[in-house]
């Protein structure tokens, strides 16, 4: 399964390459001046961890960079509209049908002001916008930051800038209480299990549980430790346990859970076109699933029993360790 989540990276990272070039040979070949490419693509939840499913959106943003010059063809209007122009052609051609319908869902709504926002914003724009009034929320969205495409100059410099934002030198209590408020909003308001199901993702004791745990520990820890900065779940989970930050048997056993969850979610995608991370409700489809996961059975309700069993006590021990250590980190913050 991690191989394949990998492979899926790897061929969208891939994607955003080619396109990015093809945009930008097709804006200058209309020039009569070479045009700037101070432009770079970065990758931030799944695709920045490497970690893309079936049917995953790709959740992006573009960063352009100004010349410390002033002598240049194109003035500064010129330039913005260019890589305006830039972002725009890239986002059309990754989203054109084909045939065989869409290629990836490109999801630019994680940069600055959401979709209020500009498409694109310069280095700058986002350093200024990090130190005044970015969210909680979006310095933890940046622990999965991830150059994807574009000018590898450019690339160094925003994760330095997006790092020093992410890390900080003091993790502050208020924005501990923060996430765990919207880890619970995600559960109540976005899950909705009582009505909907269960939801390996976003529910009890899902994904989120765990890469919430994560993040909070590398924004804790990583200003002092780089070697935290990963973008992986499961190369935090690595780094952590190396470095004692967690202990090793939790380690382990939240490698357990994360990689039962992962491949369920995988599965899901595979046998629900939807990109649904809710598990079915009905007997005939849950065996279905855990056949695909190497459940056996003489029946139906056998495997589909096997698996929500497994299901019940996985999200119910992730559930356990994320209040553990919750609870510890407020107590030692107060």
């Not at 010349?67 to 010129?78: G, Q, V």
């Not at 382990?252 to 994360?258: A, G, N, S």
């Not at 990109?275 to 849950?286: A, Q, T």
């Not at 855990?290 to 497994?310: F, M, P």
Request: aromatic share 10%; proline share 2%; glycine share 6%.
């Amino acid at each position: 399964m991690v191989g394949t989540l990998t492979d899926l990276s790897c061929l969208a990272d891939l994607y955003l390459q080619v396109v990015t070039d093809l945009a930008y040979e097709e804006l200058n070949s209309k020039s009569s001046h070479p045009l700037p490419n101070d432009f770079a693509i970065f990758g931030l939840g799944k695709l920045g961890g490497r970690e893309l499913n079936f049917g995953s959106d790709l959740d992006i943003v573009f960063v352009y960079d100004a010349p410390e010059s002033r002598e240049t063809a194109f003035s500064e209007a010129e330039r913005i509209a260019h890589y305006m122009s830039y972002a725009r052609l890239i986002y059309q051609l990754t989203s054109e049908m084909t045939p065989a319908g869409f290629a990836y869902k490109v999801d630019t709504d994680l940069r600055p002001d959401g979709s209020r926002g500009d498409l694109i914003i310069s280095v700058k724009g986002y350093e200024e916008y990090f130190k005044t009034r970015a969210k909680i929320w979006e310095q933890q969205a940046m622990t999965r930051v991830r150059f994807v495409a574009g000018n590898s100059v450019l690339g160094e410099k925003f994760i330095k800038i997006a790092h020093e934002f992410a890390y900080r030198k003091k993790f502050e209590y208020g924005s501990l209480i923060e996430i765990s408020r919207l880890r619970e909003r995600m559960e109540k308001e976005l899950a909705v299990e009582p009505k909907k199901g269960k939801n390996v993702k976003l529910g009890f004791g899902g994904l989120a549980d765990i890469e919430f745990t994560l993040q909070i520990l590398q924004m804790m820890h990583g200003h002092r430790n780089p070697k935290l900065r990963q973008t992986n779940m499961l190369k935090i989970l690595k780094v952590v346990s190396a470095y004692g930050i967690l202990d090793q048997a939790e380690a382990d056993q939240l490698t357990k859970h994360y990689l039962f969850l992962r491949n369920l979610e995988c599965a899901l995608r595979i046998i629900n076109r939807s990109s649904s991370n809710y598990l079915p409700k009905d007997k005939k489809s849950l065996s279905a699933l855990a056949r695909l996961l190497g459940y056996e059975g003489e029946s139906t309700d056998q495997r589909a029993d096997a698996l929500l069993l497994d299901y019940g006590k996985t999200t119910g021990e992730v559930r356990k360790f994320y209040r553990k250590m919750l609870d510890t980190w407020l107590r030692t913050a107060l």
